[in-house]
């Protein structure tokens, strides 16, 4: 069964590239993996998702190396509003619905 | 834009009492979730429903029971609670086959005294 770790703090400066790893080890072949940001007082809100290689959109880009035992959240040029907790989801694709959370990761970017 | 809302923002219940938390989405989904939140712990999957009257345990169900009659409405019970489940929770919908993209809506925070 996948396990998520991701580091429990980051901090940053605004306009920094910020990259956020979350290590899934024991990741299964019909695994996907998302990343969702969470505001203080708000449910968390999907980012992106991919399954290996790179995945861009307007928010951020993916990494995940060819062995998918990890994957990388890169956030480009953070501004104030960035600051949120970053969470990764290892989740299959069948009927099985393993979902596996990451406890997250709370970023603050400083001025 | 896709909608979940829950009942209540804040609740506070006494310990023994039975609580029900509602939730609903306006996108069709089929898959249904109910999550608990507390610091240093993530997301924890209570119960989700990938159909109409149909549930399936998640990682921490005990002390829990769900309910769905519609496929708009997903309830999580708390048959008598206890100070224990004393937490944020969070409903979440998702398609069927986009398990992986969810949809929340903005919890609900119980304390149980």
């Known amino acids: 069964l996948a396990k998520t770790t991701q580091p429990i703090s980051m901090d940053s400066y605004e306009g920094q590239e910020v990259n956020i790893t979350c290590s899934h080890n024991?990741?299964?072949?019909?695994?996907?993996i998302t990343w969702y940001q969470q505001f203080p007082s708000q449910g968390p809100r999907f980012i992106i998702q991919?399954?290996?290689?790179?995945v861009t959109n307007e928010v951020a880009s993916l990494f995940i190396p060819a062995d998918r035992k990890s994957s990388t959240l890169s956030l480009p040029r953070v501004s104030l509003s960035d600051t949120a907790v970053y969470y990764c989801?290892?989740?299959?694709?069948?009927?099985?619905?393993?979902?596996?959370w990451g406890a997250g990761t709370k970023l603050i970017i400083k001025p | 834009d896709v909608k979940v809302t829950q009942s209540s923002r804040y609740l506070v219940k006494r310990t023994g009492e039975k609580v029900f938390l509602e939730c609903v989405q306006d996108?069709?989904?089929?898959?249904m979730f109910w999550y608990r939140q507390d610091p240093g712990l993530g997301l924890r999957l209570i119960y989700f429903?990938?159909?109409?009257?149909?549930?399936e345990k998640g990682d921490i169900p005990e002390g829990y029971s769900v309910s769905r009659e519609k496929k708009e409405r997903f309830s999580l019970i708390l048959e008598s609670a206890s100070t224990n489940q004393t937490s944020m929770y969070l409903c979440?919908?998702?398609?069927?086959?986009?398990?992986?993209?969810?949809?929340f809506g903005p919890g609900t925070r119980l304390t149980v005294t």
């Open positions: 996108m069709d989904h089929e898959n």
């Open positions: 989801l290892v989740a299959a694709l069948d009927s099985n619905y393993q979902l596996i």
């Open positions: 429903s990938y159909d109409v009257k149909m549930k």
């Open positions: 024991n990741i299964a072949t019909n695994d996907y």
């Open positions: 991919g399954y290996k290689t790179k």
């Open positions: 979440a919908s998702s398609s069927l086959a986009g398990v992986y993209e969810q949809y």
